[in-house]
């Protein structure tokens, strides 16, 4: 029975895995901008650049996943509460901030997918049994 739970529990971090590459691959491959979605249409070139290269949007889609995950697993799920000024503001005004201060990011809307998808896996798992 532990082999199988042990078995089990690495073929769901395989999932998950495989399912975050997906979803942010999928991600990168939308048309939008995520620099003009924070500071708007009307946003000035130099300022949409500033902001790509702060939030690392240049680099390689590799460092890009790479640099999230580290993230994720270190428990920063994409909160924009940190922001200050002009990026609060920016971000407040196109509809980014839920609940105040936080933001439902890519992180964390990945996390509760695989929470679902563990639990519910669990579930079913308990059910056979």
């Not at 702060?54 to 996943?65: A, F, I």
């Not at 679902?116 to 049994?129: I, T």
């Amino acid at each position: 029975m532990a082999a199988y739970v042990a078995r089990r529990i690495v073929l769901i971090a395989l999932v998950l895995l495989a399912v975050s590459m997906l979803v942010f691959a999928i991600t990168t491959l939308l048309p939008a901008n995520v620099a003009y979605l924070i500071l708007g249409p009307f946003a000035p070139p130099e300022q949409v650049r500033a902001l790509e290269l702060k939030l690392g949007l240049t680099d390689p889609v590799w460092q890009q996943y790479l640099r999230w995950a580290g993230r994720f697993l270190s428990g920063d799920l994409g909160l924009i509460g940190r922001a200050h000024g002009d990026e609060r503001e920016a971000a407040r005004a196109a509809g980014h901030l839920v609940h105040g201060d936080v933001n439902v990011s890519h992180g964390a809307e990945l996390a509760e997918s695989g929470a679902e998808f563990v639990f519910g896996g669990l579930e079913g798992q308990v059910a056979d049994v």
